[in-house]
């Protein structure tokens, strides 16, 4: 088992940056895919971001590129999420998830894809 505990969320102005961490526990995560994902009131939950194991591999979704980097530390079995230029719409519980199966040159966007996830750490972007 897999335990994922994320933090680093809080209250953030338009235009600021968060950074998110993932921290994980029970077993090492250095072969796993990693993701994040978030989540809205009201909304589905929707992917936000990939990261092979190998770091080599990444993915984001569309709205994200350019301002989101996730990145991953194998040593200290965490991942990360720099999000930079915040905007209102960006408001959301963010995830983490792992996935024990190998991305596969694949974003894997979908929930199902995944393993195991945290409880959410919740960001606020004021306008």
């Known amino acids: 088992q897999v335990q994922l505990v994320e933090s680093g969320g809080g209250l953030v102005q338009a235009g600021g940056s968060l950074r998110l961490s993932c921290a994980a526990s029970?077993?090492?995560?250095?072969?796993?895919?990693m993701a994040w994902f978030r989540q809205a009131p009201g909304k589905e939950r929707e992917f936000v971001a990939s990261?092979?194991?190998?770091?080599?591999?990444?993915y984001y979704a569309n709205s994200m590129k350019g301002r989101f980097t996730i990145s991953r530390d194998n040593a200290k079995n965490t991942v990360h999420l720099q999000m930079n230029s915040l905007k209102p719409e960006d408001t959301a519980v963010y995830y983490c998830a792992a996935r024990i199966s190998p991305l596969g040159h694949e974003a894997r966007t979908r929930t199902d894809e995944y393993d195991y996830w945290g409880q959410g750490t919740q960001v606020t972007v004021s306008s």
């Open positions: 990261i092979g194991w190998s770091s080599i591999n990444r």
């Open positions: 029970g077993r090492t995560i250095s072969s796993y895919a």
